[in-house]
């Protein structure tokens, strides 16, 4: 939570409590994406919205204790919800290539309202799987997502192999051969089979 609204502090983007789960969740998805684990420690769940924890509930409580977020009403936040801003500035708080992660996702989508990542999300392997199963609670398995770009991988390996491998060519004559040989054991084919079926 801390490192996306440091992010957006420094890219003077505004986050609603709406976006900032939304964009964790996404930055979660990168990172599995991209072979490392999920970093922001949620289990995400199709909720009402799209991706969602309760617990992130409790952790903006938390931060707001902390006095290092501050909630304010702004009429520009969608849907009544409130802005969240960083009252200080802080140290990254997570490891280099994880906050790198986390500035990637809020440079590309943190200008996005909380509908079009809603959208956005609803896009995404885990959710895709989640809403096939038309169960709202249902667990989403991030991982899926990187089975999925696994398989593509393959694929995409497989399909450039194929390009550079010569064009097969057949051997002149090899399909007469095979059809003569056929002709010529033909026979002694047909007196193996009536001998079998005769010892029957």
Request: with cysteine; charged share 35%.
């Amino acid at each position: 939570m801390l490192a996306v609204l440091k992010v957006a502090r420094e890219t003077h983007i505004e986050i609603t409590k709406a976006k900032l789960g939304q964009l964790l969740y996404l930055a979660d998805l990168d990172a599995i994406e991209s072979g490392r684990t999920q970093f922001s420690g949620a289990t995400w769940r199709w909720d009402d919205y799209g991706p969602y924890d309760h617990a992130l509930v409790r952790a903006e409580e938390w931060v707001m204790e902390s006095e290092l977020v501050e909630r304010r009403d702004t009429r520009s936040a969608e849907d009544g919800s409130h802005a969240l801003s960083l009252t200080v500035d802080i140290e990254d708080p997570l490891n280099v290539a994880d906050m790198e992660c986390v500035r990637n996702v809020v440079r590309l989508y943190g200008g996005r309202s909380a509908t079009g990542l809603k959208d956005l999300s609803y896009e995404t392997a885990p959710m895709v799987e989640a809403r096939a199963g038309g169960e709202r609670g249902a667990l989403l398995d991030l991982n899926r997502a990187r089975r999925r770009e696994q398989v593509a991988a393959l694929r995409e390996r497989f399909r450039s192999r194929r390009e550079a491998r010569p064009p097969q060519q057949d051997d002149p004559g090899v399909g007469d051969a095979l059809v003569a040989e056929f002709l010529e054991a033909r026979d002694g084919l047909r007196r193996a089979n009536a001998k079998i079926l005769d010892d029957r």
